[in-house]
T-cell receptor
Framework: AQKVTQAQTEISVVEKEDVTLDCVYE???????LFWYKQPPSGELVFLIR??????QNEISGRYSWNFQKSTSSFNFTITASQVVDSAVYFC???????????FGQGTELSVKP | EAQVTQNPRYLITVTGKKLTVTCSQN?????MSWYRQDPGLGLRQIYY???????DKGDVPEGYKVSRKEKRNFPLILESPSPNQTSLYFC????????????FGPGTRLTVT
């Protein structure tokens, strides 16, 4: 079965703390893609990153970094020196079935307090 | 400006009254999809379309219909809405190949009483 699990429902941190959002996935497909999306309080969905199943390189973009490990089927997201503007719901998602089906985790609500 | 548009943005209706939520994209994307978002459940895929005249079921297709007669449009039809279809709906589009990220519309909040 295909599945994405974000075990952390809510996380609360104080500004400038580092925070890691966990994502574990299950799929039988050998070709798949993983995504992180951000949903701020305004409600829109904002694309953050894409990784394909053949590229395990970690990525850093400013304060954001992603750690993809096929051995543990995880695609974790770290925010360094968090800011209040990072407060949002973050979704991890898996694209499979030759690019047709996209499933999301339940989301992690991050609250960054000043 | 590249975008996905949805109409209406908000809709309150009654059980059984057929409705259509429109979705249009101006990026010449082959792939389009519909999702519903419910608290605690994340987003769940309703239907998707890999190209014109090609549609397929997602995880929660019951009670919904779609059509893809033109590349840019992908309407979501609720023939007989019920209260359990009260939800926030998102349309998305992307290029078909390479696992391209999906561009999401602004969402349609539907309430069925």
């Amino acid at each position: 079965a295909q599945k994405v699990t974000q075990a952390q429902t809510e996380i609360s941190v104080v500004e400038k703390e580092d925070v890691t959002l966990d994502c574990v996935y299950e799929t039988r497909d050998t070709t798949y893609y993983l995504f992180w999306y951000k949903q701020p309080p305004s409600g829109e969905l904002v694309f953050l990153i894409r990784r394909n199943s053949f590229d395990e390189q970690n990525e850093i973009s400013g304060r954001y970094s992603w750690n993809f490990q096929k051995s543990t089927s995880s695609f974790n997201f770290t925010i360094t020196a968090s800011q209040v503007v990072d407060s949002a719901v973050y979704f991890c998602a898996l694209l499979y079935n030759q690019g047709g089906k996209l499933i999301f985790g339940q989301g992690t609500e991050l609250s960054v307090k000043p | 400006e590249a975008q996905v548009t949805q109409n209406p943005r908000y809709l309150i209706t009654v059980t059984g009254k057929k409705l259509t939520v429109t979705c249009s994209q101006n990026m010449n994307h082959e792939y389009m999809s519909w999702y519903r978002q419910d608290p605690g459940l994340g987003l769940r895929q309703i239907y998707y379309s890999m190209n014109v005249e090609v549609t397929d079921k997602g995880d929660v297709p019951e009670g919904y219909k779609v059509s893809r007669k033109e590349k840019r449009n992908f309407p979501l039809i609720l023939e007989s809405p019920s209260p359990n279809q009260t939800s926030l709906y998102f349309c998305a589009s992307s290029h078909r190949t390479g696992g391209h990220e999906q561009y999401f519309g602004p969402g349609t909040r539907l309430t069925v009483t």
